[in-house]
């Protein structure tokens, strides 16, 4: 399939069969998240074969994607900036995926290559599948690690502790685990991934009972988040990441183009201060460009969005005012500091910002 079409995820607008690519599909069929097809680990011992090392992987993200968010945000909070280099594809994919239009003469400059897809080739002639970010890739070889999202931010906190920054806080921490797990189980199922489910669904009930996850787990979390400051524990977690990716997309996105409208993120008055006490912590809104998020959703998924008119609204300004979230207790990094600013070369443009 090498150089071959690669259609994004809800890019059709086709009420048949499952669409080319290999991620999620959508028809007559309920929406499904295909699984991860690369799932190597880049570990501490380099059990598979990979072992963690500064300079030798490059992150790809589009900054439009939430799984892809994960990463972006913990990659700040641990400090593994210079460690692990980055590279932000063009928030709209063409017919070979994502591209690195946003690079001098469209090549990521480190890799040397014009589309995440030729990574994937060069790890797997033929493959068959979708091309996602997030991406990890090998430099020296050019060729992809891993796409599998759940495991990497996972693995970004565990692992890569040699080279987390001083202060870097622990996201994952041992005697709390079950129980972020288990947060984090029903936030997937209904919230990071019920948004798609409801969004791409294309029958009424498909698409009544992703709404009603949707809008139960929230209500659920909002009563859970009104009297604490963090989904578990007392610091944030990984738990914390996976919800802020979905919540700062809400009224961006996922209100009006995926049909979440029972409320809005900013009519919750819980879950709309505690989305804007993780933005305005370092780490976190310094990663989210609103930008690439309205032009992906509204201009690639034309199944969903045939006119691939992007809206002008939301109105940005709330998600800079006070929150009073610290008066709940907890800190934020717990016995561990804010990481630093942005490298400048990373800054999020201004018409990506409120
Ligand atoms: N589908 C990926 C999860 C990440 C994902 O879905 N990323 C989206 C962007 S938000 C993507 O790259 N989709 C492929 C496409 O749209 O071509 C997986 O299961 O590993």
Redesign the pocket.
């Known amino acids: 399939m090498s150089g071959g079409e690669?259609?994004?995820?809800g890019g059709t607008a086709s009420g048949g069969e499952q669409q080319a690519?290999g991620?999620?599909s959508y028809g007559r069929k309920p929406f499904k998240?295909?699984?991860?097809h690369f799932a190597d680990r880049v570990t501490a011992d380099g059990g598979d074969g990979w072992p963690v090392e500064a300079g030798r992987y490059r992150l790809v993200v589009?900054r439009?994607?939430?799984?892809?968010s994960r990463a972006l945000v913990s990659r700040r909070l641990l400090g593994l900036e210079d460690a692990l280099s980055l590279a932000v594809t063009d928030p709209i994919?063409d017919d070979r995926?994502?591209r690195f239009t946003l690079d001098p003469d469209g090549r990521d400059p480190v890799l040397g290559i014009r589309y995440l897809s030729e990574a994937y080739d060069a790890r797997e002639t033929d493959y068959p599948g979708?091309?996602?970010?997030p991406a990890l890739v090998d430099v020296p070889s050019g060729k992809l690690v891993t796409?599998?999202?759940q495991q990497l931010t996972l693995d970004l906190a565990t692992e890569w502790t040699a080279l987390h920054r001083p202060g870097a806080p622990d996201l994952y921490p041992e005697p709390l685990r079950a129980e972020i797990d288990e947060v984090m189980e029903g936030i997937y199922h209904d919230v990071n991934n019920g948004v798609y489910r409801a969004g791409f669904a294309s029958t009424q009930s498909d698409y009544e009972s992703a709404y009603k996850d949707v809008f139960r787990r929230l209500e659920e979390t909002s009563a859970r988040l009104a009297d604490r400051r963090y989904l578990v524990g007392d610091s944030i977690t990984e738990a914390d990441i996976r919800l802020f990716t979905t919540l700062v997309r809400f009224d961006a996105v996922c209100h009006g183009h995926f049909k979440c409208n029972r409320r809005k993120l900013t009519e919750d008055p819980v879950l709309w201060a505690y989305a804007r006490d993780l933005y305005q912590t370092p780490g976190f809104g310094d990663t989210v460009d609103f930008d690439h998020i309205k032009r992906h959703y509204y201009q690639?998924h034309t199944g969903i969005n045939p006119t691939a008119v992007v809206p002008l609204g939301p109105d940005l300004s709330g998600w800079l005012t006070p929150h009073h979230r610290e008066e709940l207790g907890g800190s934020p990094f717990g016995a561990g500091t804010a990481p630093g600013p942005v490298p400048e070369a990373e800054e999020v443009a201004a018409a990506g910002r409120p």
């Not at 690669?6 to 995820?9: D, F, H, I, L, T």
């Not at 998240?33 to 991860?36: E, G, I, K, L, P």
């Open positions: 690669r259609k994004p995820e690519s991620n999620a998240r295909s699984r991860s589009s439009a994607c939430p799984w892809a994919q995926s994502w979708g091309v996602s970010v796409n599998d999202y690639v």
